[in-house]
Nanobody, 122 residues
Framework: QIQLVEYGGGLVQAGGSLSLSCAAS????????MGWFRQYPGKERDLVAV????????YTADSVKGRFTISRDNAKNIVYLQMNSLKFEDTATYYC???????????????WGQGTQVTVSS
């Protein structure tokens, strides 16, 4: 089992920055591929970024490329999502997830956090 808890959501003006953290605990959390997703009301979760156990960035969505950066600190078992130049359309609930069988498919991630709301005011 891996337990995930997200931190760092909130309200920010367009053009501003937020840093999300996902604290992982449990079985070999530092060995797991980790991803950040976001979900708009009534929509499915969209993949934002994925990072390997070693810290290599596997994927960044085109919609956030150049603005969002995923990283991890395995010593602390934390995965980060640094979000810069935020836009109104980045408003969503953000989730971290772990240990997929296929990193690009949300349904294959075995563990999920509870989500954190990010609201960008225009």
């Amino acid at each position: 089992q891996i337990q995930l808890v997200e931190y760092g959501g909130g309200l920010v003006q367009a053009g501003g920055s937020l840093s999300l953290s996902c604290a992982a605990s449990g079985r070999a959390a530092s060995d797991a591929v980790m991803g950040w997703f976001r979900q708009y009301p009534g929509k499915e979760r969209d993949l934002v970024a994925v990072i390997s156990w070693s810290g290599s960035i596997i994927y960044t969505a085109d919609s956030v490329k150049g603005r969002f950066t995923i990283s991890r600190d395995n010593a602390k078992n934390i995965v980060y999502l640094q979000m810069n130049s935020l836009k109104f359309e980045d408003t969503a609930t953000y989730y971290c997830a772990a240990d997929p069988t296929e990193w690009n498919k949300a349904q294959t991630y075995q563990y999920w956090g509870q989500g954190t709301q990010v609201t960008v005011s225009s």
